[in-house]
T-cell receptor, first 116, second 112 residues
Framework: DTGVSQNPRHKITKRGQNVTFRCDPI?????LYWYRQTLGQGPEFLTY????????KSRLLSDRFSAERPKGSFSTLEIQRTEQGDSAMYLC??????????????FGPGTRLTVT | KQEVTQIPAALSVPEGENLVLNCSFT??????LQWFRQDPGKGLTSLLL?????REQTSGRLNASLDKSSGRSTLYIAASQPGDSATYLC???????????FGGGTRLMVKP
């Protein structure tokens, strides 16, 4: 499978616990994005990497959220001290960036987080 | 700040009908526009991407048009089938930055 993969697919955690999600982008893609989607809404942008550099962060990304992309390959998104409002689907996407590239973003299956 | 609106929010049609989904955006300075399909509880599948210099794109029974000056895009689905039932999302990428701004989606149900 050469698409974007995400693990785990589902995560149930108690309020106050830390969680970490992983995203593996399409192998030749240098850009990686995280979005969050709540029920009945469109996804909202969280953060963006070009290679290993985190270039954009939304104000939605509070201090409890941190994302990394070591060596410009896979990425992790960590949420510390989870709150019930963090319950959502966390989506990862990747694209090929550069001059002349159409920049089409391809999404993974998402990680569904439930905070109890 | 870019805002994207999709109308209608939900649509139910009998099988075989041709239908149009609408997307509008407030800032015409866009790099591209993508249409996605999302099945319940799943990720997003890219259907069509239209560059800002293009007017339309076609893939099978799908045709997407873009009128950048008026801030509108439409997704036309010909001869709808029950398997087309899903949520359709429109997303815009601006000229500054690489993030996509999404509309709220149109939930489509095609009845046999």
């Amino acid at each position: 499978d050469t698409g974007v993969s995400q693990n785990p697919r589902h995560k149930i955690t108690k309020r106050g616990q830390n969680v970490t999600f992983r995203c593996d982008p399409i192998s030749e893609h240098n850009r990686l994005y995280w979005y969050r989607q709540t029920l009945g809404q469109g996804p909202e942008f969280l953060t963006y990497f070009q290679n290993e550099a985190q270039l954009e962060k939304s104000r939605l990304l509070s201090d409890r959220f941190s994302a990394e992309r070591p060596k410009g390959s896979f990425s992790t998104l960590e949420i510390q001290r989870t709150e019930q409002g963090d319950s959502a689907m966390y989506l990862c996407a990747s694209s090929l960036g550069g001059r002349g590239s159409p920049g089409e973003q391809y999404f993974g299956p998402g990680t569904r987080l439930t905070v109890t | 700040k870019q805002e994207v609106t999709q109308i209608p929010a939900a649509l139910s049609v009998p099988e075989g009908e041709n239908l149009v989904l609408n997307c509008s955006f407030t800032d015409s300075a866009i790099y591209n526009l993508q249409w996605f399909r999302q099945d319940p509880g799943k990720g997003l599948t890219s259907l069509l991407l239209i560059q800002s210099s293009q007017r339309e794109q076609t893939s099978g029974r799908l045709n997407a048009s873009l009128d950048k000056s008026s801030g509108r895009s439409t997704l036309y689905i010909a001869a709808s089938q029950p398997g087309d039932s899903a949520t359709y999302l429109c997303a815009v990428r601006g000229n500054a930055g690489n993030m996509l701004t999404f509309g709220g989606g149109t939930r489509l149900m095609v009845k046999p």
